[in-house]
């Protein structure tokens, strides 16, 4: 087939090339949009999990205080318990 003849084939399925064009664009479009909506949604999982670590770290770290304060509180019943014993002694 010549360049003139695939001119004119051109030409007289211009209609069906243009609906395949089309049909092709949509789908394109279709499948940029389900991956956009994928990606929203693996984004809002993202920032849920970041949220839900967040909230961990904070209970771990009031319970770290927690423990901390227990400890100090222990110590300072050990230096009370001590004093007693030594003054007990000396009475």
Known sequence: MGSIAIAQYIVENAVFCDA????????????????????????EEFRRAHVDRQE????????????????DDMDLLAAVCIISHLLSLCI
């Open 20 to 43: 395949v064009v089309l049909m092709m664009m949509m789908m394109m479009m279709m499948m940029m949009i389900c991956c956009q909506l994928e990606l929203d949604k693996t984004a």
């Open 56 to 71: 961990l770290l904070s209970r771990w770290q009031t319970t770290i205080e927690q423990m901390q304060r227990r400890d």
